[in-house]
């Protein structure tokens, strides 16, 4: 069992300088299969380069519906349908939102939001939207050489929510709660739990519990207890990270009014994790080795994430693009990068 840092820069950019070749995507490796969570830039190109493709992969996991973790779903049914036979790959993310975001006290009027009838949808009904807008494409191919639709390759199901779990996407995005199984096989339980990424929301964790060991991704989150509590004993955990100090350095170019640039700080810095509060995760949790990705900015100096090791005495990885995490006995008192 291991885990592969397919893509490993968090937001929604294009990559492809200084080493960093793609967006979020994490590959699940048990026994030659594979388990994906989330498909960002570049995502597909990345499972290839690794030495796989959609035959090798059993289901992909969506932690939360934003752009930089599922923008090339499209690719996926469009150019994967060939690789998995005669199977289908399950899909699983999260369900309709229910309501709108809250509004910024920035805005001076309330805006119209895109797709009105149904503004925040969740994977089924997104993956069904993207299907349509590719229409012309996909039917071109099902009428002139009998192609099968993609709708016969992928099985697409919103993640539901245990019913006594409190959630409120506006008021209660991560209530106390315990992680539930949302897929099991022959190789793999696979256990949700709700995070803080505020306003976003649902968001989720997901853990892999195998004969081998355990892998946690934390998916993008604030300092959050319920990462503690589905991270527990953990053999690895993938864990977002941000550096403030460089974001909001750069922010000063890309957001020149000063009250849009507090706003876009302010929901940084509550919506994901520094490297050191990752730290003391990874360590209250007693993880073995902690893996920092979904690196915002990504181009960060190196070192900046080394803090990490102020809070945690475990092993410490800094995720590069393709990278493999096997998973192994407990370490201590070992950095590396």
């Not at 973790?69 to 229910?98: M, W, Y």
């Not at 997104?126 to 099968?148: E, Q, V, W």
């Not at 949790?285 to 080394?306: D, I, K, R, Y």
């Not at 090791?309 to 092993?315: I, P």
Request: net charge negative.
């Amino acid at each position: 069992m291991h885990a592969i840092t397919l893509g490993t820069a968090g937001g929604p950019v294009w990559w492809g300088h200084d080493e960093i070749d793609a967006g979020i995507c994490t590959a699940v490796v048990v026994d030659g299969r594979v388990y994906l969570v989330d498909f960002g830039y570049g995502a597909g190109r990345q499972l290839r380069s690794a030495g796989y493709t959609f035959g090798s992969v059993e289901a992909l996991f969506i932690t939360h519906m934003h752009s930089d973790h599922t923008v090339d779903l499209s690719s996926l049914f469009l150019f994967a349908r060939n690789e998995i036979g005669q199977r289908k790959v399950r899909i699983f993310g999260p369900g309709d939102r229910g309501k709108l975001p809250p509004l910024t006290p920035l805005a001076k009027e309330v805006p119209k939001p895109v797709n009105p009838e149904s503004p925040v949808p969740g994977i089924t009904e997104t993956f069904d939207r993207l299907m349509r807008s590719y229409s012309t494409d996909i039917n071109d191919r099902i009428f002139d050489y009998g192609a099968p639709s993609p709708a016969t390759k992928f099985d697409v199901r919103d993640i539901r929510l245990p019913g006594a779990v409190p959630f409120d996407p506006n008021e209660n995005v991560a209530p106390d709660m315990e992680p539930f199984v949302v897929f099991e096989d022959e190789r793999v339980s696979v256990k949700a739990i709700l995070v803080d990424h505020h306003p976003t929301a649902p968001a989720y964790a997901f853990r892999f519990d195998s004969k081998y060991g355990s892998v946690v991704i934390s998916g993008d989150t604030g300092y959050c207890q319920n990462t503690i509590n589905i991270s527990r004993g953990c053999d690895i955990l993938l864990h977002e990270a941000i550096n403030l100090d460089v974001v909001a350095q750069q922010a000063i170019t890309t957001y020149p009014n000063e009250q849009v640039r507090a706003s876009v700080m302010s929901h940084h810095s509550r919506a994901h994790t520094t490297a050191k509060d990752a730290g003391r995760i990874a360590q209250k949790a007693g993880v073995g080795t902690l893996v920092l990705h979904h690196l915002v900015p990504a181009n960060a100096p190196s070192e900046s994430w080394q803090t990490a090791a102020e809070e945690f005495d475990g092993s410490l990885v800094i995720a590069e693009d393709l990278g493999v995490i096997c998973v192994h006995a407990k370490a201590k008192n070992s950095v590396v990068e």
